[in-house]
């Protein structure tokens, strides 16, 4: 089984700024792509950001410029820098993990952390 743990959440006034830590635990073989998902109340969860074991990043538009994912492929962790936040960014924010391989099994499993806060208000 692999874990994923969210941190950083949080209440933020409109034009600051907070990061976003998922941290990846477990027999973990290889772990292609890497996302963030948020979900705000009475919506769908969205793809925020995703970042591939390779570097390659994609964005939602509503944040593209605003927002920036990272990963340390070695520690298994993902990071979303969020910038200039706005009160529309309120929502509950998901790492995810799609693609993972877990030691002695060669299924792909979809992973996903118990979400943390973002709140974006004055």
């Known amino acids: 089984q692999v874990q994923l743990v969210e941190s950083g959440g949080g209440l933020v006034q409109p034009g600051g700024s907070l990061r976003l830590s998922c941290a990846a635990s477990?027999?973990?073989?290889?772990?292609?792509?890497m996302a963030w998902y948020r979900q705000a109340p009475g919506k769908q969860r969205e793809l925020v950001a995703a970042?591939?074991?390779?570097?390659?990043?994609n964005y939602a538009d509503s944040v593209k410029g605003r927002f920036t994912i990272s990963r340390d492929n070695a520690k298994n962790t993902v990071s979303l820098q969020m910038n200039s936040l706005k009160p529309e960014d309120t929502a509950v924010y998901y790492c995810?993990?799609?693609?993972?391989?877990?030691?002695?099994?060669?299924?792909?499993?979809?992973?996903w952390g118990q979400g943390t806060q973002v709140t974006v208000s004055s």
């Open positions: 477990g027999r973990i073989f290889s772990m292609n792509a």
């Open positions: 970042v591939r074991s390779g570097g390659r990043t």
């Open positions: 995810n993990a799609p693609d993972t391989v877990v030691v002695g099994d060669p299924t792909y499993y979809n992973y």
